[in-house]
Every structure is written in C-alpha cells, then in structure tokens.
C-alpha cells in the first residue's frame, strides 16, 4: 500500500491549552507542525487527545534566537472522526501559535517508522538539506518553516518535488509566516533537499515517514526423504 497524502488544516491559537479539533480516518498516520512566536521561550508539554491515540515528539523545539519556536509530533494509527487534540504549552511572552496538521494514509503502524531529520536554524537564506537517503522503501517527508519575512515570501524550490499544502504561507495574523509541504519519495538512493529565501529569520524542520516493510512469502519446501539400502 502507498503513503498518500489525505487532508490538511491549519488550527492554533493565541493561549495554552491549544484545542484543535480533527477528523481522521481510521488507521492513518496524523503530523502537527507547531510554529509559535513569543517574546521569550515555548515548547509543547504534552500532546493529548480525546479518542487517546498516542502522541509522540518527532523534533524537539528549536528556536531562531527571536523568539520563533517550532516542534513536530505525530501520532500513528489513529482513531477514526471527531478527535479534540489539547496541546499544553510551557510558554513565556506567547503571541501566537500556528499548528499545521497533516494526514497520511499507509504509514507504518510502528512508531520506528517515523524518524526525525535535520532541523536548521538560519538567519539569511534558509536551504534545508537532508541529504544523500537511500530508503528501502516508501518514505514521505514532512516539513516546513516558520519565518519573519524579509522583502518577500520564501517559495519552495519546485526542482526538489515538495507540495506544498496551501498556494500562500499561512499567517495568524501576529508577524509571522509558516510554510509546510511534504515529498513523496520511491525506494533507490535520493538526494533530499529544499531552499526557502527571502527570510530574515526562520526554523525549518522536518520528519521522515515510513511505509510498512514488504513482507516476503516464505516457502517451505518439502524434506526430501532418502531411501537407505541395508545389505545382508
């Protein structure tokens, strides 16, 4: 089965507890990029929802040094409907959170098959590399940036297959920018990469999700039985 993409929505709020509401299909695979902007500090406490799937960090909080803030958690095999998702931050000078939840069918079901990349901090040109992978099977990467503009929007680089999840970056209206987009990439050695310009500041980060192992039908052949001649 192929990982596909399923739906998009951008939630968040302006206070902690954040109270997003989704609706997933059963069994798939569900990523909240978190984007905050503070005058001081944030991380996500915890992740909790009210049909109990299990939520996980996938990238730890990195900041820009401006007080940009952004994490990655995910949670697999999920329930099915109206899911309220309560995020608890651990926050000073909060201004804004931007929360970009994405879905994914045909995810492996074990949490080993999420992995979290690089994240990258960069004050000018933000070019986030992942790098030489070669996966032995399907993998998705989700990832994004959230920014402070400088003289224009930063735009994916085309050449490097991402969609992106929306024709603009979102904004909450606080000062800040967010752009999210994922890449489907086929089993063989890839090179991985994306370029985000235009940026006075940003966080970019990203996860790499997984597609089940293909499992191989194993024969059994039957004994061959031998015949042993005894003389008298």
Known sequence: MAIT????SLLGGPASPLNDVITPDAGNCVVMKYNFQTTGS?????????????WQQA???VGDG????SEIWYALNVKAGFTVVTTTLTATGLV??????SEYSGVATVYSA????????NTATLAHTVGAITPTREVILV??????PAGGSPSLDA???YTQFGANPDTGGGGILCLSAYKDIASGAQESSWTLGAVATGVGMQVSLHGPLVSVPTIILPRRMHSRRTSW
Not at 96 to 101: H, K, N, W
Request: hydrophobic share 35%; proline share 0%; aromatic share 6%.
């Open 5 to 8: 993409f399923v739906r998009t």
């Open 42 to 54: 944030c991380v996500v406490a915890t992740v909790t929802d009210s049909q109990s799937n299990n």
């Open 59 to 61: 990238v730890a909080s």
């Open 66 to 69: 401006t007080g940009l803030f």
């Open 96 to 101: 804004e959170a931007l929360d970009r939840q």
């Open 114 to 121: 999420v992995d979290a990349t690089n994240s990258h901090v």
């Open 143 to 148: 990832g994004g940036i959230c920014y402070r």
């Open 159 to 161: 050449g490097n297959g």
